[in-house]
């Protein structure tokens, strides 16, 4: 690997090949940058990654990873890298309770009338049998009151909030706990109150086109290569397998040179698109610079929360659903990959099953974690009882997301950094989103932003918001 390039080139290496570092990546290359993307590993997507599994001999995600009709900046990302046709969207949630009984939610019309946001998906609601008459009542109430976005700093956790708000039983298990609380990957008083809010509004209320969940029908290491791809056909390149293990900037030539056990590269600008822990790992290898210790302590805050998967295939179909939320188990959310994923459907069927937040599960061992999976997916649907359970892996992911306690926002910087040419970007710096994809392709579009501003070519890269509707566009 060298590092020479055109000093009349404007340069700028990128590290980290997460959904991050390939949207900064992707946006500063279309500005005309000669952009070098730099991966510790041999593939690109970071946390949201597929590979062969040796143990079942299948590629599989390292989870599920979902989408929303709102990720704006995702979506923008993956129309730039021809990967938006490789999303399955769906606009129905199927809740399970053990037992079978299933209630849909969802928009929905009255009869032959579309009914306007927030109301549009109030008829299947009141219809869902998994919530009783004060369950519905108590989440009506809850809902009024988030139809008016909380203010950004407020110190209140979302347990606290729902028990000022006299939440049920029924109602704090069965919706705040399971899909919210799972959304945001924490325990309800670990979770700041606005960022719930922020997911009750987009999913629930806003639109119905906000709401919408989109699964990728390939592997997500598959649908990010074509990032690989558009770097290249614009004159940019990936580095894999390269480690950044120090960052020099010098004063004189203006270029930031970087450390990888292959070798050094240059470059005028530097983003660093790493997670809190990488980013904390890295910064004793950066000059001193003042702004350093405070990002330290800033890096320091941040607490990560796990989140499993158990990954099942059968030997026949065990249910023709595509998702479904399941209720009152340790098992989440259900994934029945070969609905979305056709190219998968040979003989029998594969599901994978989601547990969000719990540190308990994660605990278990490989044979305790599967056998308590297929226990309780027998329970939801009674196929199993009599398919095969051909093979099965647990994959266990304990970094898999960053906690949004009560004053988080401060220690999300924003891009600009202590170091001169130098951007931060990651899930975890201030994008206002917890810790998904989205918030990753936001921070890196903010970076390759704050970038193009800095050389005085100013462009819009992030991706506005989709617009409330209906009655939401009168609520402030
Ligand atoms: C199990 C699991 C389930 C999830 N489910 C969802 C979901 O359903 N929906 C959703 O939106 N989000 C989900 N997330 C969160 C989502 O994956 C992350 O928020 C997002 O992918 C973070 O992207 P990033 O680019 O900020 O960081 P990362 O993906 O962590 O990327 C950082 C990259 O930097 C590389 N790197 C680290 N150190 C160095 C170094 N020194 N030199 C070079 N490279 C380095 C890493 O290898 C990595 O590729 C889930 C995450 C996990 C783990």
């Known amino acids: 690997m060298t590092g020479l390039l055109q000093s009349s080139e404007r340069t700028v290496t990128v590290v980290g090949g997460g959904v991050a570092g390939m949207s900064a990546a992707c946006a500063l290359a279309e500005a005309g940058l000669r952009v070098q993307l730099v991966e510790r590993r041999g593939y690109l997507g970071g ?278 939320v399941l209720l009152d188990r340790e098992i989440h959310w259900l994934y029945n990959k070969g609905q979305f994923q056709p190219w998968r459907n040979g003989r029998g069927s594969y599901v994978e099953l989601v547990v969000s937040a719990s540190r308990g599960f994660a605990e278990l061992s490989r044979e305790e974690a599967i056998a308590l999976a297929v226990r309780e997916l027998r329970e939801f649907f009674p196929e199993v009882a009599a398919a095969k359970l051909e093979k099965a892996a647990l994959v266990k992911e304990m970094r898999a997301t960053f906690g949004v306690p009560p004053g988080i926002d401060a220690s999300r910087p924003a891009p600009v950094s202590p170091w001169t040419n130098c951007f931060l970007a990651g899930d975890w710096t201030a994008t206002g989103w917890p810790s998904t994809m989205e918030s990753a392709a936001r921070s890196g579009h903010l970076a390759a932003e704050a970038i193009c501003k800095s050389i005085g070519e100013p462009r819009t890269i992030l991706n506005p918001d989709l617009k409330p509707q209906g009655l939401m566009r009168f609520i402030r």
């Open 47 to 324: 946390r949201a990654s597929s590979y062969l599994h040796p143990g079942v001999d299948e590629v599989i995600d390292n989870c599920q990873h979902v989408l929303f009709g709102c990720c704006t900046n995702l979506t923008g990302f993956y129309g730039r890298i021809g990967a938006a046709d490789r999303i399955h969207w769906t606009s129905e949630m199927t809740m399970i309770e053990p037992g079978g009984r299933r209630s849909a939610l969802g928009p929905s019309g009255l009869g032959p009338f579309t009914l306007p946001a927030p109301l549009h998906s109030m008829p299947r609601f009141l219809a869902a049998k998994a919530f009783t008459f004060a369950d519905k009542l108590a989440l009506g109430r809850a809902f009024t009151a988030l139809m008016r976005p909380v203010a950004s700093d407020s110190t209140e956790s979302l347990g606290a909030w729902l028990r000022r708000k006299g939440q049920t039983k029924g109602a704090l298990d069965r919706f705040w706990r399971l899909v919210i609380a799972s959304a945001l990957n924490a325990d309800v008083d670990s979770i700041a109150l606005p960022y719930a809010a922020k997911v009750i509004r987009e999913l629930f209320m806003n639109s119905a086109q906000a709401g919408s969940m989109g699964m990728s029908t390939v592997p997500l290491s598959e649908l990010y290569a074509g990032a690989a791809e558009f770097l290249t056909k614009n004159g940019s390149s990936v580095h894999f397998n390269a480690n950044v293990e120090s960052a020099a900037w010098d004063e004189e030539t203006s270029q930031w040179t970087l450390v990888t056990r292959n070798g050094t590269l240059t470059s005028q600008f530097l983003v660093l698109a790493l997670p809190f822990e990488a980013m904390a790992k890295l910064l004793p290898q950066m000059p001193p610079a003042e702004g350093a210790d405070a990002l330290a302590a800033q890096l320091g805050r941040h607490e990560h929360w796990p989140i499993c998967s158990v990954h099942l295939w059968f030997d026949r179909e065990i249910t023709t659903l595509d998702h479904a």
